[in-house]
């Protein structure tokens, strides 16, 4: 009988994505998948490092599961992704935990688990020096996996994400990332292309192409250098693929002009930019290496959205980084008031080890006042998001399906032929509406009749 794995994921898209790869390599070892906890007989935790909280959940989990082991003392526990990178031997230490593996080895994973099972003993398969570039070896074992990902049922209906680099050489001061997931890496635009012909082949009609600053991807093949817009470029020639979205894009000069011109230029390019400021105040942008001021970050809105009208802008803010006075604060609000995002991810700071914050920066901004900024610019965000949702009023936007609302009672036994379904545009509005659920996976018109800050409300309609 096969040994079922249950693979639980924390943590962004990135994750996200690897959770899909480890799952097609484990399918293709010979291992079944579970979505229960007690029929398994491995648990694969895929791991987040960006902020304390995500670390904690982590945590409590491996808790729990040391408590499972003690009454299935077979059961076999491993650590993927950036907190076993950064935690490395240390995890093994715990009586939970039997393998360690970090983001750059993920292709070993199988291999790791078979020994585990076989030896009855740890393993742990991690970068010594996470910032060397990696070995040719690495590189192939990594874009071999890469190539492996197929669509499968825990994805949403013709959707995939595909990364185009991995690592990050930004430093922001603040970020772990760069510590634990390496250096900056673009993947050739050929193996790029031929997986989203695949995915393509599969059904896929929206592709997320994926980086920490998917805006700086670079890849130099003979005389040519290509860059994020020849991606898109490429991406929108595949048929079959209608929609293309990129993320996250950093606010830097270098081919931003293209990649804008890109977006206006394919209708298949998604009007949305996803560009984080983190911070409005020039003082504290400085403090956490952001290379950019205010003026200039407002400055890249305007040109983006004067080469591509209808552009979508969604952004992440840090309130309380060290030395965040009242004054950088309200320059952050004037900063979130005057790009008009969509919506806003917004983080209260927290000390990452090894960062140049952590190390040099006291965490000196009082949590309660942390957590007074976070609900304060969450309210104008709501406010603008609102205004922005509002407009859409009586039209009507397409929509790709991702499947039935989350809310059981909308799709009771009496709303079985019309349950309630949510999609998304092009630039990723989240909508709700009533219609049969063979439509997940395809597109829709909705009439939109109903609106709130973060969703529309409609009903389904011919074009
Ligand atoms: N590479 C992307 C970027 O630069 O926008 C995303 C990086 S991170 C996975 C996602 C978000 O987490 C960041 O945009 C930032 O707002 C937030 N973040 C990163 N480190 C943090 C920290 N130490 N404390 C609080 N939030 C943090
Ligand atoms: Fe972290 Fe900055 Fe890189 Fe984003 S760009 S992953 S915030 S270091």
Redesign the pocket.
Known sequence: MKNKVFLQTYG?QMNKLDATLVTEALKQAGYGLTDSIKDADIVLINTCS??RHAEEKVLSHLGHLRHLKENKPALVVGVIGCMAQRLGAELLKSKAVDIVCGPTQIPQITGLINETLLQKQKSIAVTRQVRRKVSAKQSLALEEFEFAYDTDDKQLPNQAFVRVMHG?NKF?T????PYVRGPEVSRPPKAIIEQIKKLADRGVKLVTLLG??VNSYKYTAGEKTYCLADLLYMAAEVEGVEWIRFV?S?PAEEFFGQICQVMAGSPKVCKYLHM?A?SGSDKILKAMNRRYTAARYLNLLDRAKSIVPALTVAG???VGFPGESENDFAATVELLKKAQYKNC?I??????PDTVAEKKLPDDVPLEVKRKRNVELLAVQEKISGELSSQFLNKKVKVLVEGLSKKPHLNAEDKIDQPQLIGRTAEDRIVVFNGPRDLAGRFANVKITKTSPLTLFGELTKI
């Not at 983080?347 to 990452?352: C, E, I, L, V």
């Open positions: 962004c960006v902020r990050c922001c603040y970020c772990i990332v920490q600053a996250t950093y984080p983190q992440d803010f840090i991810f983080f209260k700071y927290s000390p990452r």
